[in-house]
T-cell receptor, first 113, second 109 residues
Framework: DTAVSQTPKYLVTQMGNDKSIKCEQN?????MYWYKQDSKKFLKIMFS???????INETVPNRFSPKSPDKAHLNLHINSLELGDSAVYFC????????????FGQGTRLTVV | GENVEQHPSTLSVQEGDSAVIKCTYS??????FPWYKQELGKRPQLIID?????GEKKDQRIAVTLNKTAKHFSLHITETQPEDSAVYFC????????FGAGTILRVKS
């Protein structure tokens, strides 16, 4: 009964491919996020959804497209993968987008070769 | 947008000593200030948080202080232990959760 789960945990793929990462939370939270953690450990927010609606879209290439079929799921699709996309991607959820704890998934380590 | 600066980037202390990590932020409307700990290969996890109407909060060996006027807050860890070694992130939220760059804490035994 993992609270925030993402799949896959590891993803190795070639440049130019398209891939998806799935995220699900069973906490009943309204807000979900995607973060990118690069090799220097910096956690950069990419997207934020509140009740299935996109709230924040940081400066992210439009090759990255989030999709939220319902408020328990936030998937990330990446087109035309580049070497610089290699990173750990974390999904997170919180009760609201105003001042509450975020719970993170276990992360997906994406390696583009 | 919100800008969060965190210092130092690395911190080495001897077991039993105290460790202090500081963060400053830019958006005066920010109202929630959590601290996360990330062990190697693991996910970030909340260790303590503070809201804008409180100046200090303590939980056993961990404390956080907030100065809203100066827009800075700090994490204090006393009696450090080797298992405290990790990356620590401060964060700030108004309508989105923005993280500082992280501090690598090494506790030497």
């Amino acid at each position: 009964d993992t609270a925030v789960s993402q799949t896959p945990k590891y993803l190795v793929t070639q440049m130019g491919n398209d891939k998806s990462i799935k995220c699900e939370q069973n906490l009943g939270h309204d807000t979900m996020y995607w973060y990118k953690q690069d090799s220097k450990k910096f956690l950069k927010i990419m997207f934020s959804y509140n009740n299935k609606e996109l709230i924040i879209n940081e400066t992210v290439p439009n090759r990255f497209s989030p999709k939220s079929p319902d408020k328990a799921h936030l998937n990330l699709h990446i087109n035309s993968l580049e070497l610089g996309d290699s990173a750990v991607y974390f999904c997170a959820s919180s009760p609201s987008d105003r001042g509450s704890e975020a719970f993170f998934g276990q992360g997906t380590r994406l390696t583009v070769v | 947008g919100e800008n969060v600066e965190q210092h130092p980037s690395t911190l080495s202390v001897q077991e039993g000593d105290s460790a202090v990590i500081k963060c400053t932020y830019s958006d005066s409307a920010s109202n929630y200030f959590p601290w996360y700990k990330q062990e190697l290969g693991k996910r970030p996890q909340l260790i303590i948080d503070i809201r804008s109407n409180v100046g200090e909060k303590k939980d056993q060996r961990i404390a956080v202080t907030l100065n809203k006027t100066a827009k800075h807050f700090s994490l204090h860890i006393t009696e450090t232990q080797p298992e405290d070694s990790a990356v620590y992130f401060c964060a700030v939220t108004n309508y989105k959760l923005v993280f500082g760059a992280g501090t690598i804490l090494r506790v030497k035994s």
